[in-house]
Structures are given as C-alpha cells and as structure tokens.
C-alpha cells in the first residue's frame, strides 16, 4: 500500500524549484482552516514554457505516473507531455498530486492570479486560491459529494468575519 | 494582499447543511498558523493510514 501524501515534502520541492503554482482543492481549505481530511495536493501551474520546464525537472525525481492507470503504461511526465496535456492526476514517490492547467469556476493559473493571497510554508512563500475562489470553484464544479465540503468553507467564511 | 470578500448568492441546499458543521473545529483552527494546519492535516493523513493498515492486517 501507498505511503500517505507527504504535503510537505511535495510543497517544499515544488518551492524550491521556483514553480509558479496556485494550491487549490483540501490543502487550499486546510491551509485557510477547514477541518477535512484530503489525501492529494491539488496546483494550479502556469503554462509557460518556462514553468512547464520547472514542474518536469522538479517531479522527475519523484518518478510521477498517472494515478489508477495499470503499471506498464509508456508515460512519462516530460515537457512534450506537459504541453499536449492540460490537468493531469498523478501518483508520485511524495504522495498525490494533481496538476490543473486549468480548472472549473477559475480558469488558468493568470485568471486565478488576482483571487490569490500569499502564505508562508516551511520558510517559503506560497500562493494560495482566496476561500471565496474555492467556494466558487466548488459551486461552478456543481458536483452533489462537494455540498458537505462547500458548506463547511461557508461557515469558515463566516467564522472569519 | 489579501483581496477584499466577495458576495457569494445565498444557496439553500449549502444553508441546510451548514446547519451541521461543528465551527468548534473551525475556530480551533483559526488560532493557527496556516503551516500548522497543514502539519495538523498531515497528522491526521498519516493517523488515518495508519488506521487503514491496521485494518488490513487485521482481516488477513
């Protein structure tokens, strides 16, 4: 059986390698207060050759492959991969992790940009999706097992004032 | 910066079931930094494996 998701030690990697990444999804809620388990990272990543370039080099190491497919498959997660794919669910050596080139009620990593606010993990500074841009991002994604998770971010809004 | 709060429409469905979420957990929560939350969720993670295998083992 797998090893749980190591949060930090996927974060800190993704840090220090300079990725520009919006953490989205349960470690986004976590991050801002809720209290819901979750077993993957979910990131927004810029597309540009650059980052793309970033990601590979930092996640290579961790020899990423696609979660729940048969073992065998011929993939590779390099920068041809990157660009023909956009969202890709992967199981790595740190744990799970998912990488959104864009996602439902937010866009692309630029139209998330601005609903944005930075805090500091282990040292570093990581950007984060605002809780109201995760409760909108829950509402567009309209799916009945988020109703739970999305009323809970609610009451946190409240509960923050 | 933290961007102002936005006006989110009320939704009847989310009202009914936040009835039900314990906003103790919630403010306990909020006393802590944002990397001490994620190391509380890394705790319970590794707890909940823990419990998993334990399982596991136990129907083998």
Known sequence: MRP??????????????????????????????????????????????????????CLSPLQPYLRGAPSGLPFALDLDTLRRGLNFTLTTSAGDLDLLGEVTGAGSYDDLLPATETVTLFGATCRCATLEALIRMKRAAGRPKDIEALAELEALREERG | MVPEPIALDPDPVIDAYKRDVDRTLLRENLKLTPEQR???LQDVVRFLAELRDAGRRSRQ
Request: no cysteine; aromatic share 8%; net charge neutral.
């Open chain 1, 4 to 57: 749980p998701t190591d949060f930090r030690a996927l974060l800190s990697r993704l840090l220090s390698a300079e990725v520009e990444f919006i953490l989205v999804g349960g470690v986004a809620a976590n991050i801002h207060g809720s209290a819901r388990a979750t077993y993957d990272v979910d990131i927004v990543y810029r597309r540009s050759p650059e980052n793309m370039s970033r990601l590979v080099d």
């Open chain 2, 38 to 40: 994620l190391l509380k």
